[in-house]
């Protein structure tokens, strides 16, 4: 057993397809393969069920995936603290965000980072609040970016910030809304809202059981930008966050009014293992983050019909 090997079935464990690993790890199949016949036979068990789908971790597999985790953190954390003794920040950062944040702002933290932190290498991968949070507590991830509550868990929550959900219409749509919007209004409108799997729904769900209302949505979409569009080419309308609407509010596409009784707000925290040191690394990535989605909620509150 080797470092090369148990970062290799951790890659797999996380993609579940030779094929996508493969290609994270820049190898080809045959290799992958190989090396994680190695490590089976080395540990002498089967970490994998295989089928024409992908793979799968066996129960052997789930324990050697969190005790791997952990080795190659230590690993990782050992040499960023080596490189901090030259003043470098450096070391390999994997962070699992909810669709919200990372459609929003990622595209432009990620090349900040880049430009100031050469030596720092970024994982980003989009998900739901539940399976993240897990990933960390797994050792999987090193920092979720999450809306808060996100459950039972022992994680360390670290504030980002706290945003107000709005109501969203097309430019063209002609209903006439007040502003603010009451929330029970809602039930009387066509909706196109995430499913209950997504997060920023069970906020919208539990705002709607103290209104004493039911949501009924046309359309149940989870992917936001898809959202968006409907919203801004159709008579449907949303509700949610101002940062994943800024994109569509900046182009003029769509409205977003304020509601109350009750106004909604969801909370954004990044969360940490609190076994794992907070690297240099770490620290770094979230502060660029963090600065830009707070920027980003800032700017669209600033457009919101007043």
């Not at 409907?230 to 769509?254: K, N, Q, S």
Request: charged share 20%; aromatic share 4%; with cysteine.
């Amino acid at each position: 057993m080797d470092l090369k090997q148990l970062k290799y079935f951790l890659c797999l464990a996380r993609e579940g397809n030779v094929t996508r690993a493969a290609r994270q790890l820049n190898i080809v199949q045959p290799a992958l393969s190989m090396q994680i016949a190695k490590l089976e036979k080395s540990v002498g068990k089967q970490l994998f069920f295989r089928s024409a789908h992908g793979v799968s971790l066996t129960p052997a597999g789930e324990t050697l995936t969190s005790l791997a985790a952990s080795i190659i953190q230590n690993v990782d954390h050992a040499q960023e603290e080596m490189a901090r003794l030259d003043g470098r920040i450096s070391g390999r950062v994997s962070i699992g965000m909810i669709t919200s944040a990372a459609q929003s702002t990622l595209a432009a933290s990620t090349a900040k980072i880049a430009a100031r932190y050469p030596e720092i290498q970024l994982l980003v991968c989009e998900g739901y609040t539940e399976t993240l949070v897990e990933w960390v507590a797994t050792g999987q991830l090193d920092i979720a970016i999450v809306n808060v509550p996100a459950g039972k868990h022992n994680l360390i929550a670290h504030h980002i910030l706290d945003e107000e959900m709005m109501l969203a219409q097309g430019r063209d749509n002609k209903a006439v809304l007040p502003n603010p919007v009451p929330y029970k209004k809602l039930k009387d409108l066509g909706l196109v809202l995430p499913s209950r799997r997504h997060g920023l729904r069970r906020i919208l769900d539990a705002a709607a059981t103290e209104a004493e209302i039911a949501l009924a949505p046309r359309l149940e979409v989870d992917t936001l930008s898809a959202v968006c569009e409907v919203v801004a080419t159709t008579d449907l309308i949303t509700v949610l966050p101002g940062i994943a609407l800024y994109p569509h509010l900046t182009a003029g596409r769509i409205s977003a009014h304020r509601l109350r009784k009750p106004s909604i707000q969801r909370t954004v925290a990044w969360l940490t293992h609190p076994r794992r040191a907070v690297s240099a690394a770490m620290s770094a990535v979230m502060e660029v983050l963090t600065e830009d989605l707070r920027g980003a909620a800032r700017s669209a509150s600033r457009l919101v019909n007043r």
